[in-house]
């Protein structure tokens, strides 16, 4: 029963990591982009949901929606304004300016909230439990893999069902041709991280309900979120969830045996399926 309880708790923990994934691959397979601040853009989304919290008193579901269409603007703003002056074939240019970018959110966050952990209070979420006979859960981290599927279904919703996902493919597979069709792929680009910023707000939601965060943790979710895209497959969504369940299920098992080996086992389970995958579970363009 304990290594029962031990998957279930390695699944439930690898939506949370699903969902630090998803903007990250959701960008990556629309205009291949890696964008190294992701992270740190996680980050500031929790902080701007604890200002929700603390200083308006909303509830965080409350704080998250309102974070949700100021995020989206930040980032349609950061593409507008940034990324897309600096995208095209060399992948350099990008990777240094999301860098930059990085360190510039850690040091501001830094000023602003100094280095001491913060959480957001979750009220009587934070020590609930469905007892489901062979294992106890928490309703916190079953919340938090519902959301990741929910996010990852209206993801793949959004691109086959939608006039937006049209134009999304088509820029991905070839954004001078789509542009020649009257798309605008440098518009279609600040959408898509714009809406990759709302679904951060969401990863940002659970990450500071479900522990305590500082401005210097978001390289670490970067890791995590950067691995699970990998070995779902870049670009694939519902490998992105695949990934964070492997890395969620290798971080307990490894705890299980000794808690020091808690991150070096997730580390090794990227490594593992690299050597025998080295495309990822599911290497598709984008789903």
């Known amino acids: 029963m304990i290594w029962l309880d031990t998957l279930v708790q390695g699944i439930l923990l690898g939506g949370l990591y699903a969902l630090f994934a998803a903007g990250l691959s959701l960008v990556f397979g629309i205009m291949r982009l890696v964008n190294l601040a992701h992270g740190d853009l996680i980050v500031f989304a929790a902080y701007l949901v604890l200002m ?28 507008t304004v940034v990324l897309n002056r600096v995208l095209g074939k060399d992948i350099l240019p990008p990777l ?12 501001g966050l830094l000023e602003a909230f100094s280095a001491d ?22 309703v916190m981290p079953l919340l938090t893999f519902a959301s990741a599927i929910v996010v990852i279904v209206a993801l793949n919703g959004l691109f086959y069902h939608t006039a937006l996902g049209r134009a999304f493919r088509a820029t991905s597979d070839d954004a001078v041709t789509a542009g020649l069709m009257g798309i605008e792929p440098k518009r279609i680009f600040a959408m898509a991280t714009g809406i990759a910023m709302v679904v951060v707000t969401i990863a940002a939601l659970y990450l500071g309900m479900r522990s305590n965060f500082d401005p210097s943790i978001g390289p670490a979710r970067l890791i995590y979120a950067f691995e699970a895209v990998i070995i779902g497959g870049l670009g694939s969504l519902w490998g992105t969830l695949a990934g964070g369940v492997i890395i969620g299920v290798a971080q307990t098992f490894g705890a299980a045996v000794n808690p020091e080996w808690q991150i070096l086992a997730g580390h090794i389970a990227f490594l593992v399926v690299m050597l025998l995958k080295p495309r990822g579970l599911f290497p598709r363009a984008v789903d």
């Open 117 to 138: 952990s913060r959480r957001i209070p979750a009220g009587s979420l934070e020590g609930a439990s469905l007892d489901l006979g062979l294992v106890t859960v928490g």
């Open 52 to 79: 929700g919290v603390t200083l308006l008193g909303l509830s965080p579901w409350i704080a998250a929606l309102v974070a949700m269409p100021l995020m989206f603007g930040l980032g349609w703003l950061l593409q």
């Open 96 to 107: 240094l300016v999301t860098f930059g970018l990085s360190v510039a959110l850690q040091n």
